[in-house]
């Protein structure tokens, strides 16, 4: 089952000047309960993207459905399902935790299960603290969860992590995958944080000028602009005869490309010839290489 289905979704804003198209023949599939990462420059159409899926914005042409509800039809229906977090989303500084809990699910017209909420998301210890003396990580996590206090089933995030030290960016990526274990939620990130996007997200997506480049699993987005996983084998001796599939990158240690029939081969040689493995480490293409790639092919 897709959460998002959207087929040559466009937005274009008019003016005095002339027109801009943000979004242009968006066609996107994002399946249910799963993290999906959406990437791109600085004016790529994230934002936009986000606005018309959330029936903030209404399309210029094009269609989509959204939990399985028409974008221009069920407007309603579709908000009442979905949350979302914006970058400079307005948390009330003077409120308490506890009390924003509160406001929001006043807002969606709810009566939230507060207590059990900040217990599940250990935030008993902060329900009298006044916002404005939280740290930048447990901000962002009151406001996640101010955005689905409603319980929705599909939430968008958008820069989720910008501000975060490393230690809260860790805590915010295990909070949202227990929130969506918790909610069965779908959850969409737009982010520059790549790093965090390439160890959280089931898929990315990337745009360019409203237009989307690729979108898919990183695995297969990797296979498609050619770049590989490796293994980095600590070993007893070099071998020999494995030129054309290894590299040495320090003494003893040795590259391999992590593929089946490349990794099978080199293993079947170092026990033939009687070397031993002592440690072995994986070095992932960086998701930061490959939106380099995507970027300047799309350009071309």
């Known amino acids: 089952m897709n959460a998002i289905v959207t087929h ?3 937005k274009v804003f008019a003016s005095r000047v002339g027109s801009t198209t943000a979004v242009k023949q968006l066609t996107l599939m994002i399946k249910a309960n799963s993290i999906y990462g ?4 600085n004016g790529a159409g994230k934002t936009t993207t986000f606005m018309l899926l959330n029936t903030l914005l209404e399309p210029t042409s094009g269609s989509g459905l959204v939990l399985g509800l028409d974008l221009v039809k069920q407007k309603k229906r579709i908000r009442n399902l979905t949350g979302l977090l ?5 948390l009330y500084d003077e409120l308490t935790v506890e009390e924003t809990l509160f406001f929001f699910a006043e807002l969606y017209g709810i009566k939230a299960p507060v207590e059990e909420l900040l217990r599940r998301f250990d935030l008993l210890d902060w329900r009298r603290q006044q916002i404005d003396k939280l ?3 447990m901000r962002k996590k009151v406001a996640i969860l101010s955005a689905c206090i409603h319980r929705p089933r599909l939430l968008f995030l958008d820069e989720p992590f910008s501000g975060l030290d490393p230690l809260a960016m860790q805590g915010l990526r295990d909070f949202i995958r227990y929130l969506l ?9 737009a982010s520059h944080n790549l790093k965090e996007l ?10 360019k000028e409203g237009e989307m480049v690729v979108s898919g699993s990183l695995a297969a987005i990797k296979s498609r602009y050619g770049f590989n996983d490796y293994l980095r084998l600590q070993v007893d ?6 030129e054309e599939l290894i590299d040495v990158t320090a003494p003893n240690t040795i590259s391999v490309t992590n593929k089946p029939d490349c990794l099978g081969r080199v293993l079947a040689a170092l026990g033939e010839q009687g070397i031993n493995i002592l440690d ?7 998701l930061e290489d490959i939106y380099q790639c995507v970027y300047q092919e799309a350009g071309q």
Request: hydrophobic fraction near 40%; include cysteine; glycine fraction near 8%.
């Open 8 to 10: 040559n979704l466009t």
């Open 135 to 137: 740290s930048t990580g």
């Open 181 to 189: 274990e918790y909610n069965e939620m779908t959850v969409v990130i």
């Open 237 to 242: 001796r070099l071998p020999t005869g494995l």
């Open 280 to 286: 072995i480490d994986k070095e992932a293409a960086a």
């Open 38 to 41: 959406l990437i791109g420059h």
């Open 198 to 207: 390439a160890e959280l997200c089931d898929e990315i997506g990337v745009m």
């Open 86 to 90: 914006t970058e400079n989303l307005r």
